[in-house]
């Protein structure tokens, strides 16, 4: 009798794995795991779906607020107009294609400003947090650097390159770099040394030391860093469009439309760099993720 049950044991068991394949031995994924599964995601989704409400709302308001300020009448249209005069520009440079050319002008420029900041500011942030002597001797400059605003740097660098895209994508470049700089030092420094002692004990030295304890345990602050000096790449593009007096930017853009009291024009203006930094900060956060998923 005992060896009638135990044997129809073994069978159910055989039969249920059967039915699961995909299961690892001895795993058996049940229907209520299913449910639970299903059921966490639902709640997941259910928590981006309320965190996406309040900002909408605000937004909304925002809006309610604008237009219902506009039709008192209380406020000059020179200041601020009406939102349907701004949609309007806005479309209306959308369909011209105007627009879109300019934004690639500042895209260009912030990327390869913001390119250039990172694969300096790296490599010396790490020295200066590994090396007293090169702190000693970088550290000073770059305070004297970031004392001194951009805005008065970029007619300089006007007057030694010229006009076009190589000043603006300097200027750009340093107004980024120094915070990128402190953020990997302070990243740099503190990593428990602990973690660093018991790695050379065990061998690690140099690029595998760097690659396989320093970087990985510095990597939010590094990451930080890149998603600051990213979004802050715009504003360097835009300082620089300014200084420079171009044609050719959403920076130019600004100008055009102060000169030409066209404020539905530069409000426009200011809707595209607003959803230009969105994006510019959603492809941070995709890049956390990545982080995240590798590491």
């Not at 979004?231 to 030409?260: M, P, R, Y």
């Given at each position: 009798?005992?060896?009638?049950?135990?044997?129809?044991?073994?069978?159910?068991?055989?039969?249920?794995?059967?039915?699961a394949?995909?299961?690892?031995?001895g795993v058996?994924?049940?229907?209520?795991?299913?449910?639970?599964?299903?059921?966490a995601?639902?709640?997941?989704?259910?928590?981006?779906?309320?965190?996406a409400?309040?900002?909408?709302?605000?937004?909304?308001?925002?809006?309610?607020?604008w237009?219902?300020?506009g039709?008192?009448?209380?406020?000059?249209?020179?200041?601020?107009?009406?939102?349907?005069?701004?949609?309007s520009?806005?479309l209306?440079?959308?369909g011209?294609?105007?627009?879109l050319?300019?934004?690639?002008?500042?895209?260009?420029?912030?990327?390869?400003?913001?390119?250039?900041a990172?694969?300096?500011?790296l490599?010396?942030g790490y020295?200066?947090?590994?090396?007293r002597?090169?702190?000693?001797?970088?550290?000073?400059?770059?305070?004297?650097?970031?004392?001194?605003?951009?805005?008065?740097?970029?007619?300089?660098?006007?007057?030694?390159?010229?006009?076009?895209?190589?000043?603006?994508?300097?200027?750009?470049?340093?107004?980024?770099l120094?915070?990128?700089v402190?953020?990997?030092?302070l990243g740099i420094q503190?990593?428990?040394?602990?973690?660093?002692?018991?790695?050379?004990?065990?061998g690690?030295?140099?690029?595998?030391l760097?690659?396989y304890i320093?970087?990985?345990?510095?990597?939010?602050?590094?990451?930080?860093?890149?998603?600051?000096?990213?979004?802050?790449?715009?504003?360097?593009?835009l300082?620089?469009e300014f200084v420079?007096?171009?044609?050719?930017?959403?920076?130019?853009?600004?100008l055009?439309?102060?000169?030409?009291?066209?404020?539905p024009?530069m409000?426009?203006?200011?809707?595209?760099?607003?959803?230009?930094?969105?994006?510019?900060?959603?492809?941070?956060?995709?890049?956390?993720?990545?982080?995240?998923a590798?590491?």
């Amino acid at each position: 009798m005992s060896v009638t049950t135990s044997t129809s044991e073994l069978v159910s068991l055989e039969e249920i794995q059967a039915y699961a394949p995909e299961q690892e031995p001895g795993v058996i994924r049940t229907v209520s795991g299913r449910a639970h599964d299903e059921r966490a995601a639902r709640l997941r989704a259910q928590g981006r779906l309320l965190n996406a409400i309040p900002p909408i709302v605000l937004g909304l308001l925002l809006l309610v607020g604008w237009y219902a300020l506009g039709a008192s009448g209380k406020v000059n249209v020179l200041i601020l107009p009406a939102p349907a005069d701004v949609l309007s520009s806005l479309l209306n440079g959308l369909g011209s294609g105007m627009y879109l050319s300019n934004t690639l002008v500042t895209v260009q420029e912030s990327v390869l400003g913001f390119l250039l900041a990172l694969a300096v500011a790296l490599p010396l942030g790490y020295g200066v947090a590994k090396s007293r002597l090169l702190a000693s001797t970088i550290q000073p400059y770059l305070a004297a650097g970031q004392a001194i605003p951009a805005i008065v740097i970029a007619p300089v660098l006007v007057l030694w390159l010229g006009y076009g895209w190589l000043p603006n994508m300097l200027v750009c470049a340093l107004v980024v770099l120094f915070p990128m700089v402190i953020n990997t030092i302070l990243g740099i420094q503190t990593i428990d040394p602990q973690f660093t002692d018991a790695a050379r004990v065990e061998g690690a030295s140099g690029w595998s030391l760097l690659s396989y304890i320093e970087f990985p345990l510095a990597l939010p602050s590094i990451l930080a860093a890149i998603r600051s000096g990213f979004t802050l790449s715009i504003v360097g593009a835009l300082v620089a469009e300014f200084v420079a007096g171009g044609d050719q930017g959403l920076g130019a853009l600004i100008l055009i439309a102060k000169n030409q009291y066209n404020t539905p024009f530069m409000y426009a203006t200011l809707v595209v760099l607003a959803a230009l930094a969105a994006l510019y900060y959603g492809s941070t956060w995709l890049l956390v993720k990545l982080a995240a998923a590798i590491y």
